[in-house]
T-cell receptor, first 113, second 114 residues
Framework: SQELEQSPQSLIVQEGKNLTINCTSSKTLYGLYWYKQKYGEGLIFLMMLQKGGEEKSHEKITAKLDEKKQQSSLHITASQPSHAGIYLCGADSGGSGNTPLVFGKGTRLSVIA | NAGVTQTPKFQVLKTGQSMTLQCAQDMNHNSMYWYRQDPGMGLRLIYYSASEGTTDKGEVPNGYNVSRLNKREFSLRLESAAPSQTSVYFC?????????????FGPGTRLTVT
């Protein structure tokens, strides 16, 4: 079965600093999803990557999928308190869509003034 | 457009009691899912339903049952609650759209079993 490992498990950064969260898969990724969860709330979709080498950006968040499609990184530029939360990566476990996502254990991000 | 809704938001049960968690989506999605989230464990799949009338076990199905009542609704039942089922439960739904299978999540149900 596919497993996703996220690193680091937790991160404390000063406001304005850049940071990177990694997600490594035990198998080839057919689709890699990044979600953000605010404390005590549900998951909010950030972006999805499918092609090796693909990179997507939304506001100050950039996600990349490596060429071999086994690792993804999420980079936040000039972090703000609104970026605080838990970031989870999820992978399409079946490769054909509409199958359950397998999730990493999450990275807890705190942004301090 | 409410997306995915879950009821209740909070629940406290005593060991051995039963309850049903309700989930509904208004996006006409075929697939629906139940996950549980525990500290340090991430999200783990309990059951899912790829389409109306079908259900399949996920990673942690023991102690749970599900019903796909219709295309909109997917309920999760705890027949005899145990402290190990204290968790946050999330319902999600998805459909293929532009080659993306984004799952939409509900706000969660916080369940405590004493």
């Amino acid at each position: 079965s596919q497993e996703l490992e996220q690193s680091p498990q937790s991160l404390i950064v000063q406001e304005g600093k850049n940071l990177t969260i990694n997600c490594t898969s035990s198998k080839t990724l057919y689709g890699l999803y990044w979600y953000k969860q605010k404390y005590g709330e549900g998951l909010i979709f950030l972006m999805m990557l499918q092609k090796g080498g693909e990179e997507k950006s939304h506001e100050k968040i950039t996600a990349k999928l490596d060429e071999k499609k086994q690792q993804s990184s999420l980079h936040i530029t000039a972090s703000q308190p609104s970026h605080a939360g838990i970031y989870l990566c999820g992978a399409d476990s079946g490769g054909s869509g509409n199958t359950p996502l397998v999730f990493g254990k999450g990275t807890r991000l705190s942004v301090i003034a | 457009n409410a997306g995915v809704t879950q009821t209740p938001k909070f629940q406290v049960l005593k060991t051995g009691q039963s309850m049903t968690l309700q989930c509904a989506q208004d996006m006409n999605h075929n697939s629906m899912y139940w996950y549980r989230q525990d500290p340090g464990m991430g999200l783990r799949l309990i059951y899912y339903s790829a389409s109306e009338g079908t259900t399949d076990k996920g990673e942690v199905p023991n102690g749970y049952n599900v019903s796909r009542l219709n295309k909109r609704e997917f309920s999760l039942r705890l027949e005899s609650a145990a402290p190990s089922q204290t968790s946050v439960y999330f319902c999600a739904s998805s459909a293929v759209q532009d080659a993306s299978y984004e799952q939409y999540f509900g706000p969660g149900t916080r369940l405590t079993v004493t």
